[in-house]
């Protein structure tokens, strides 16, 4: 993987650059759709590639390895093969969702033990076992395994994860380098910053993981719980510290306000579930603001979904139909909203992306701020 | 509506015929995907269009009625603008959604009081009030309102019942042939031919319906719980008396060996919600047989789903995969196996058209019968 800068904003930290795969160039900022079954939800492929304009999108390690298990995943030869995915590929290492198990793991140093949400069945997954799954799953970039730290954890509680993350990101390292990629391609390992809300232990984690050497850096333990704010002063703590020469990724942030503060701050890529999840729920994201599709009021507003027509679903059907759609739990509106959602969220950052080039970010940015905060 | 009878074949009464309505010809022998709320369950009008190839889809009065509601397609302009299908469209009378509603209806000379499945509000369909909300709804083809009776009724039932239809059907003609289309294009009405298991009645109900001169004309009633011969040898009866200048719709049926042996017998066009049902539950028809996706043996059989590829969902996704998504209720293996299977439906009758007019449908029906009947 390579990353090449290509613009810096000169009165924020926004940037603008290009990451370079063996499945391919990633224009940043980027947004990455959510993939995590192997699947993004209600969305054919071909749809992401030419409705969508994904460029990148996510699996996730636990739930891969569970289902359908890494064995189907080898013999396919990789999750691109299993998904016709052949664009790049990003997995979360499965940390966050083994600590979301609150019940049903137990964590030692070793690593951490729980039970499947589907069967109740143990498994252990270590820093070593977490990068031989994603070596075998074939992402383009794999995640360090750490321990995900509740938002209103405590510093002695948040201290002492960090140092369990620590430790487990040079046994991440330690294995990662000691293994090649199984399917022919280039793979590459982002550690990610932990530190829950506390300064300080933020800026440790930032240098700990700068001085690594990574092809990139994520910033993950936010958007768990805390302060919007809080947020924010923390991937400012961490962006001060972070290689400016490699691409930042803030874990599984946000709407679409969060995502612009955050290039701002100088943040190259994102993943969230939100304009899928809540996209199922009926809430549809312009431009101009949200719309709550489940309101009566669009009940025979006949005109397009989406004027701006980020993708075709936004002329072809209007939003009386995606309205109705909705209300009578009909397939094809998740499936139309997934995808307008998904457009929208990839056209905000090439958006961004266009006014970081021309220069003039922080003022469309502040514009765009005020219209995504309405209400339709 | 027009109908033009192009090929008569020689060896049996399957024929091909070319309907023309005002959204568009359609090729006979058809298939009708059903789009009981307005929507063919998971895929997209594009996707019908261009992947599936469907010609005409159904729309079903009852639900329509009820959700969006009529004023709702009236003020969009029926239901063509409403959903943006722009080809032809028929409407399902909705007598058989309001006679399932067994607790639910009570039947009267003048119609059916019933209460909605969705809320327990009351109403009324009289025949006269089916016709007129199928003007409003817009659909090309629009079906009589008919008690649709048991499979298994006794004599006495169904002869009342059919005299009932008799009467009923006399009123809807009244109705529609003083009643204008709302929307500037024509539309037509179709009687349907009751009469459950019993020639005597099914004759009767024919010769009745076929000095009616419709446009086209309709069996209904079968399917219901009879076995599969007493339904091939009622369509026989009822065949040998409708006219033969008209087509000839076969309501709700079935496997594809039904949808071909009905083609043997004369009839013309067929909707049944088994492709998207059976598909959402996992189960594939192809030219070879039916795949059960959620069976274990496809996890590692990355072949594409169906080399014939009368989709392109077919060689763009694995068994493998399908199976994945199928197992683990993904919603993209609900799209996939409604694409696949509309298409194959589409494409069977496109094939029985083409043998039609070269002469061979006798043999090559046959020949697919004994394969489609394989468990693969």
Redesign the interface.
């Known amino acids: 993987m390579n990353f090449e800068l290509q613009y810096n904003d000169t009165k924020s930290n926004a940037r603008a650059g290009l990451i370079t795969t063996d499945h391919g160039v990633i224009e940043t900022p980027i947004f990455m759709p959510v993939g995590t079954?192997?699947?993004?939800?209600?969305?054919?492929?071909?749809e992401l590639k030419e409705d969508v304009n994904a460029q990148i999108i996510l699996g996730n390690t636990y739930h891969l390895y569970l289902?359908?298990g890494i064995h189907?995943l080898e013999?396919?030869g990789g999750l691109h093969?299993?998904?016709?995915w052949d664009r790049p590929i990003l997995t979360d290492s499965g940390g966050f969702q083994v600590f979301s198990l609150s019940d049903n793991r137990k964590l030692h140093e070793e690593g951490a033990e729980f039970r499947s949400h589907i069967d109740g069945s143990r498994h252990m997954f270590s820093p070593e076992k977490v990068m031989d799954i994603q070596r075998s799953i074939g992402a383009d970039i794999i995640m360090a395994f750490d321990e995900c730290c509740p938002g209103d954890a405590n510093y002695e509680y948040a201290r002492k994860s960090l140092e369990l993350t620590e430790r487990w990101l040079n046994r991440c390292f330690e294995r990662f380098n000691s293994t090649d990629p199984k399917y022919g391609y280039s793979q590459c390992l982002f550690p990610i910053v932990q530190g829950c809300v506390y300064t300080d232990l933020r800026r440790r984690a930032a240098e700990n993981i700068a001085q690594k050497g990574a092809d990139g850096n994520a910033i993950g333990g936010l958007a768990v719980g805390e302060p919007t704010e809080k947020m924010y002063e923390m991937i400012e703590v961490v962006n001060e510290i972070l290689p400016k020469d490699k691409p930042r990724y803030l874990m599984g942030v946000g709407t679409p306000v969060n995502i612009l503060e955050a290039i701002e701050r100088g943040v190259d890529m994102f993943d969230c579930i939100m304009p899928t999840r809540n996209g199922r729920n009926g809430q549809i994201f312009t431009r101009f603001g949200t719309l709550n599709m489940r309101n009566k009021k669009w009940?025979?507003d006949?005109s397009p979904i989406d004027p701006d027509a980020n993708s075709?679903?936004d002329t072809?059907?209007?939003r009386?139909?995606l309205?109705?759609?909705i209300?009578?739990n009909?397939?094809?509106g998740?499936?139309?909203a997934s995808i307008h959602n998904l457009a929208f969220y990839i056209w905000l950052v090439k958006e961004a992306r266009k006014h970081i080039i021309s220069g003039d970010f922080t003022t469309w940015k502040s514009g765009m701020v005020r219209q995504l905060s309405n209400r339709l």
């Not at 699947?39 to 071909?46: N, P, Y």
């Not at 093969?81 to 016709?84: A, I």
């Open positions: 079954q192997g699947t993004v939800k209600g969305v054919h492929m071909t289902r359908p189907i013999q396919a093969k299993f998904n016709s009940e025979n006949f075709y679903v072809l059907y209007s009386a139909y309205h109705h759609l209300k009578v009909e397939l094809l998740l499936q139309i």
